[in-house]
């Protein structure tokens, strides 16, 4: 998510694993974000290899893994308001998203997303142009587990 305003965070998923990148140019980014990430190289790869990512240019990072976050860098309210995120129900990414798009999306079809449920009835639902197999690749890449 970028809001064009300075301001951009990234929010990778797979398994139990979550990692959350956050970026405002109103504070500093971190120095030493290489120590700070190679003790998570393996693991979480995709995410700090992501060149969309840049997480050389972080305000903060966070790290989930045995069901403990572990934050590094700059915390402030605006980050806190965004890490809010995470904890959205489908009417919050409903209200959000059409706020966003300008556009009326289907409430059923953002829950079976939240349930990892897709199809292509439930992607005709969300007004998207595309097939499940013309999604398939990018499913893939980002580790999306769903029930087909």
């Known amino acids: ?3 064009g305003g300075g301001t951009e965070w990234f929010l990778w998923l797979k398994g139990d694993l979550m990692a959350w990148k956050y970026y405002n140019s109103e504070f500093p980014a971190m120095k030493n ?3 700070i990430i190679k003790p998570y190289a393996t693991e979480f790869k995709n995410f700090i290899e992501e060149p969309a990512f840049s997480v050389e240019d972080s305000t903060c990072l966070y790290f989930f893994k045995g ?3 572990n934050q590094y860098g700059q915390s402030n ?5 965004d890490f809010a995120m995470l904890s959205w129900r489908p009417i919050d990414y409903k209200n959000w998203a059409e706020s966003y ?3 009326d999306l289907d409430l059923e ?3 079976s ?3 990892n449920q897709l199809d292509d009835s439930i992607i005709g639902k969300l007004k998207v142009d595309l097939s499940l197999g013309d999604l398939r690749e990018d499913i893939e890449e980002i580790g999306f587990e769903i029930e087909i």
């Open 1 to 3: 998510m970028r809001t």
């Open 109 to 111: 079809a953002i829950q």
């Open 77 to 81: 309210a605006l980050i806190n308001k």
């Open 101 to 103: 798009y300008e556009c």
């Open 67 to 69: 069901g403990k976050w």
């Open 113 to 115: 997303v939240f349930n």
């Open 33 to 35: 974000v290489d120590s």
